[in-house]
């Protein structure tokens, strides 16, 4: 790729396009967004209104009410121990590719090659997944409001296709107002979500007590004979139930994936992420909450696979319940057009360093600064990836929703741990931009690996009993197909590095000629292996 000259005094740059060309880039895509805008992609993203919504039942059945009202605000400390880390790196490196250019420049070419692969899975699997989840929530809207609507599985995923295609169209022709929806995203999360609280509040006639909020356990998942006492509950069924809260706090590297088109990018960047975090983990605990307190037909909840809105249903009036989904779908439509923001910004920047297949295609922007061909190819591969939902579970539980679900956590978590693990690695050699953590990398840098390496072997592992096999019940639509789609992808991944790519993929690529910054020179110079 031929370099671009460095600016002239008649080509004038700002200290943000600036310190993109000492990152190796020309400013392509167009700055615009405010430090705002750049938080709230990832405050739409993480969305209290979409997964505090459609993974609740996982929570419900693999420990029932401690499993949020406790593992909530637990899990989301050490996530925000995780975004304190990367927004350190995102303020170091504010570049579109984000995690996969910092992991190539604190380590080696194999290292961008495998956590931008991880990376751009988790981004498509949170996409795919974040928009059936809002065609689940629109299908029982329409059964509520139409009678001739069945609410079948096929209508479910017709209406994820149908969103997913809007959503591709909106980042497509939307480019002058993307940000200006971004901001209206958060103040939908902000009041749709006090809108349900103060309804399960004020509207049913009977509430749970504080007893059964925070001590009742469930186990219903089918292993350890529903016990929820013994050590098969405690270290195997209560921690299934945490991807409640790791699959609804992640996608915020979006505000890595964005800092290219966001002023002030080095400090507005980092705060975005950490606050994106912070802010919706209070917002979802206390969320959360207002569901448990109204969950007093416990049957009838147990009865729908611990769906979340078999609460709205039984503990609200017909009218209040169409209004808490219509509330919750409104937040998942503006959620998954913020994910297909970022996973084609990712799909973009991966391409610029022809690490895709077909990257002259994915890499092009229009005369508007918009990846187009990047946003088309990115959304049919979450398609493909959902696929597998039109096949119903026997046990009636969205088997592989949820094994989609999996797929987005292990694959956006391994690619945050590579990045932060060599940023330990690095030490005194790593320079830090305006926003740093100190002496204080080390301590957080290990929490959050050791939390990514467990939660990565935990979702891996069967969800019910019928999928695991060798079992007498053992059936392939209840499969948890995670550790297939991310073991294989990085089987192919690691075959096609090893037969080829570590030929020519040298990492990130300089389009322009103005000097490397020193602590990517420091780094490249590193010699400790591979």
């Not at 979409?50 to 059945?61: E, R, Y």
């Not at 303020?91 to 590719?97: F, I, L, M, N, Q």
């Not at 990130?508 to 780094?523: F, G, K």
């Amino acid at each position: 790729m031929a370099t671009t000259p460095s600016p002239t005094a008649e080509q004038p740059m700002d200290d943000d396009a600036r310190r993109l060309a000492e990152l190796g880039y020309q400013q392509e895509l167009r700055r615009k967004w405010s430090g705002f805008s750049n938080f709230a992609i990832s405050f739409s993203i993480i969305s209290i209104l979409a997964g505090c919504f459609t993974t609740f039942g996982q929570a419900w059945n693999n420990g029932g009410p401690v499993a949020i009202s406790w593992g909530w605000p637990l899990i989301s400390l050490f996530i925000l121990i995780i975004g304190f880390c990367l927004a350190e790196l995102v303020s170091a490196y504010p570049t579109a590719g984000g995690i996969y250019w910092w992991a190539a420049k604190m380590g080696r070419p194999v290292h961008g090659w495998f956590t931008g692969w991880l990376n751009l899975i988790g981004l498509v699997a949170v996409t795919a997944s974040v928009d059936y989840g809002c065609a689940t929530f629109l299908n029982l809207t329409l059964s509520a409001l139409f009678d001739g609507w069945a609410g079948t599985l096929r209508q479910a995923f017709l209406l994820f296709v149908v969103i997913l295609v809007l959503h591709g169209l909106i980042n497509i022709f939307g480019h002058r107002i993307i940000d200006v929806l971004q901001n209206v995203s958060v103040w939908w999360h902000v009041a749709g979500a006090a809108a349900v609280v103060a309804i399960l509040l004020l509207v049913p006639d009977d509430h749970q007590s504080f007893r059964f909020v925070f001590t009742e356990r469930f186990n219903n998942s089918g292993f350890g004979d529903g016990d929820t006492g013994g050590l098969t509950f405690w270290f195997y069924v209560l921690p299934l139930g945490f991807l409640l809260t790791q699959y609804t706090i992640t996608g915020f590297d979006a505000c890595a994936h964005v800092s290219e088109e966001t002023r002030g990018a080095s400090q507005a960047a980092a705060k975005g992420l950490w606050r994106s975090i912070f802010y919706s983990a209070v917002g979802g605990w206390i969320l959360l909450l207002a569901f448990l307190f109204a969950a007093t037909d416990v049957d009838a909840i147990n009865e729908a696979g611990g769906f979340s809105g078999a609460i709205f249903e039984t503990a609200l009036t017909p009218f209040f319940f169409k209004t808490v989904i219509i509330i919750s779908t409104i937040g998942q439509f503006f959620c998954g057009m913020s994910c297909v923001t970022s996973m084609s910004r990712m799909t973009y920047a991966f391409s610029r360093d022809r690490a895709v297949p077909g990257w002259r295609l994915w890499s092009k922007v229009d005369r508007n600064g918009t990846p187009v061909n990047a946003i088309i190819g990115a959304t049919l591969a979450g398609l493909v990836l959902t696929l597998p939902a039109l096949y119903e579970s026997p046990s009636g539980i969205p088997i592989a929703f949820y094994a989609v679900v999996s797929v987005a956590v292990i694959g956006l978590y391994l690619s945050f741990v590579i990045p932060i693990a060599l940023r330990l690695r690095m030490g005194d050699r790593f320079q830090p931009g305006p926003w740093t953590l100190g002496p204080k990398y080390k301590l957080l840098g290990w929490i959050a690996v050791i939390e990514i390496a467990v939660i990565s072997v935990y979702f891996v592992l069967p969800i019910v009993p019928a999928g695991v096999p060798g079992n007498a019940d053992f059936s392939w639509s209840a499969v948890n197909y995670a550790p297939l789609a991310v073991g294989g992808l990085l089987l192919l991944v690691a075959v096609w590095w090893y037969a080829s790519a570590r030929k020519w993929f040298t990492g990130p690529r300089r389009t322009v000629d103005l000097p490397a910054p020193r602590a990517a020179t420091d780094a490249a110079r590193a010699d400790e292996p591979a």
